[in-house]
């Protein structure tokens, strides 16, 4: 199982402001952001495949299930590399000795503005057509200045979990985890990373709308700071900070926590899942959507292409998000059986007005990525020092 997002290391905090240097999005006149990224080449037709592709992806996704299959397909032998967090993921890629990462939007961004990723030519990826889902295409955190980045895979909320035996009726809001008069004081758990000040940012949007956020990823410094102290806030009632998820399910199976931020995954990974409810409240969350990107220095792009096409298909594409569990990018698997289609329902994989109330995962740059040229943001580096105070 992964862990994204864990604490970030010296040289992440690196990465991230190498970020800030890189990206300066400015109006293109049709409202639409435009990026000062570097100029990549992108693949203009495929030819024989290499032999091999080397790939760092997520636990889950890369199995020989469909791994052999597709060797025998095509000849190239699929070497995986299984990373623990975003930003282990950034820091392989940028060694150039990998073709192939399976990026969450906290990533993405930083590759593309870094140079270390390559738009992708969609006209040599026939299974990336008309059933990926339409919420997973067009994202800032993988389409960039209209090219895209990123071959879409499958996608999830971070929801509002909670023990259906103490908290008996299923919440509206995410008041229960942030208000310090929660009746659940001292029984929340919360997610331990600096991306989770969006979640804080996604509440005050809805409950502090004179605030003015539009993007819970677009944060000046008094948002930032409203952002910080309704987490300070929320440290006075947290129980447990979770980064690994089994740490999470033995917290909630124990009692010690009873509500909190978690991905709906989880509740897959008990026996006792009567316990485990899980909502998206009235407020939204926020969430993770991940794709396929291709190095910018690959040396064997024809079967990293190949592998991007081969898992977009809605069969690998949905054994992916099953054996995951998360919703599939390639909506025609949720046709494909009845067992599909339940794991569709449960994920909802084709309910775009769901995940609309869901924020993927967008990494904060000093240039707003929300538009507003009058203000600079908080970046990276600066949801970094803020979290560090947060928890005291």
Same mark, same amino acid.
């Given at each position: 199982?992964?862990?994204?997002?864990?604490?970030?290391?010296?040289?992440?905090?690196?990465?991230? &402001?190498?970020?800030?240097?890189?990206?300066?999005?400015?109006?293109?006149?049709?409202?639409? &952001?435009?990026?000062?990224?570097?100029?990549?080449?992108? &693949?203009?037709? @495929?030819?024989?495949?290499?032999?091999?592709? !080397?790939?760092?992806?997520?636990?889950?996704?890369?199995?020989?299930?469909? +791994?052999?299959?597709?060797?025998?397909?095509?000849?190239?032998?699929? #070497?995986?590399?299984?990373?623990?967090?975003?930003?282990?993921?950034?820091?392989?890629?940028?060694?150039?000795?990998?073709?192939?990462?399976?990026?969450?939007?906290?990533?993405?961004?930083?590759?593309?503005?870094?140079?270390?990723?390559?738009?992708?030519?969609?006209?040599?990826?026939?299974?990336?057509?008309?059933?990926?889902?339409?919420?997973?295409?067009?994202?800032?955190? !993988?389409?960039? #200045?209209?090219?895209?980045?990123?071959?879409?895979?499958?996608?999830?909320?971070?929801? /509002?979990?909670? #023990?259906?035996?103490?908290?008996?009726?299923?919440?509206?809001?995410?008041?229960?985890?942030?208000?310090?008069?929660?009746?659940?004081?001292?029984?929340?758990?919360?997610?331990?990373?600096?991306?989770?000040?969006?979640?804080?940012?996604?509440? @005050?949007?809805?409950?502090?709308?004179? /605030?003015?956020?539009? #993007?819970?990823?677009?944060?000046?410094?008094?948002? /930032?700071?409203?952002?910080?102290?309704?987490?300070?806030?929320?440290?006075?009632?947290? +129980?447990?900070?979770?980064?690994?998820?089994?740490?999470?399910?033995?917290?909630?199976?124990?009692?010690?926590?009873?509500?909190?931020?978690?991905?709906?995954?989880?509740?897959?990974?008990?026996?006792?899942?009567?316990?485990?409810?899980?909502? &998206?409240?009235?407020?939204?969350?926020?969430?993770?959507?991940?794709?396929?990107?291709?190095?910018?220095?690959?040396?064997?792009?024809?079967?990293?292409?190949?592998?991007?096409?081969?898992?977009?298909?809605?069969?690998?594409?949905?054994?992916?998000?099953?054996?995951?569990?998360?919703?599939?990018?390639?909506? +025609?698997?949720?046709?494909?059986?009845?067992?599909?289609?339940?794991?569709?329902?449960?994920?909802?994989?084709?309910?775009?007005?769901?995940?609309?109330?869901?924020?993927?995962?967008?990494?904060?740059?000093?240039?707003?990525? !929300?538009?507003?040229?009058?203000?600079?943001?908080?970046?990276?580096? !600066?949801?970094?020092?803020?979290?560090?105070?947060?928890?005291?």
């Amino acid at each position: 199982m992964r862990q994204k997002l864990m604490a970030l290391s010296a040289v992440s905090a690196v990465s991230a &402001l190498m970020l800030v240097g890189c990206a300066a999005p400015a109006d293109s006149g049709s409202g639409e &952001l435009v990026f000062d990224v570097p100029e990549v080449p992108m &693949l203009e037709s @495929l030819g024989e495949g290499e032999g091999q592709v !080397d790939i760092i992806a997520w636990s889950g996704f890369v199995e020989p299930a469909w +791994a052999d299959t597709f060797t025998e397909e095509t000849g190239c032998v699929v #070497n995986r590399k299984v990373a623990g967090t975003s930003d282990e993921m950034v820091q392989l890629m940028r060694t150039g000795d990998y073709d192939l990462v399976s990026a969450s939007g906290d990533a993405s961004l930083r590759l593309i503005v870094g140079g270390d990723v390559a738009p992708i030519n969609r006209d040599l990826l026939p299974n990336f057509g008309d059933d990926i889902v339409p919420g997973m295409q067009g994202q800032l955190y !993988d389409t960039i #200045n209209g090219k895209v980045y990123g071959v879409p895979i499958g996608r999830g909320a971070n929801i /509002l979990q909670y #023990n259906t035996e103490v908290v008996t009726e299923t919440p509206e809001s995410w008041d229960i985890v942030w208000e310090a008069d929660s009746p659940y004081a001292g029984q929340i758990t919360a997610y331990d990373a600096p991306i989770y000040i969006a979640d804080a940012a996604v509440y @005050l949007m809805y409950h502090q709308p004179e /605030l003015g956020i539009q #993007n819970p990823y677009a944060l000046d410094e008094t948002q /930032l700071a409203a952002a910080v102290d309704l987490l300070k806030q929320q440290n006075t009632i947290v +129980a447990e900070y979770w980064a690994d998820p089994v740490a999470q399910i033995t917290s909630f199976l124990g009692g010690t926590t009873v509500a909190g931020t978690s991905w709906e995954v989880l509740r897959k990974f008990t026996e006792d899942t009567e316990k485990f409810g899980g909502t &998206l409240p009235v407020e939204g969350s926020t969430g993770w959507s991940d794709a396929w990107m291709i190095s910018s220095k690959s040396d064997a792009p024809n079967c990293a292409y190949l592998w991007m096409d081969y898992t977009s298909s809605a069969e690998v594409n949905g054994a992916i998000a099953t054996n995951f569990g998360m919703a599939p990018a390639n909506g +025609a698997f949720c046709e494909l059986s009845d067992e599909a289609a339940a794991h569709c329902e449960q994920f909802n994989a084709l309910n775009e007005e769901y995940f609309e109330n869901v924020w993927y995962w967008t990494t904060p740059i000093e240039q707003c990525i !929300d538009g507003r040229t009058e203000v600079t943001c908080t970046s990276f580096q !600066d949801w970094t020092n803020a979290w560090a105070t947060i928890k005291g």
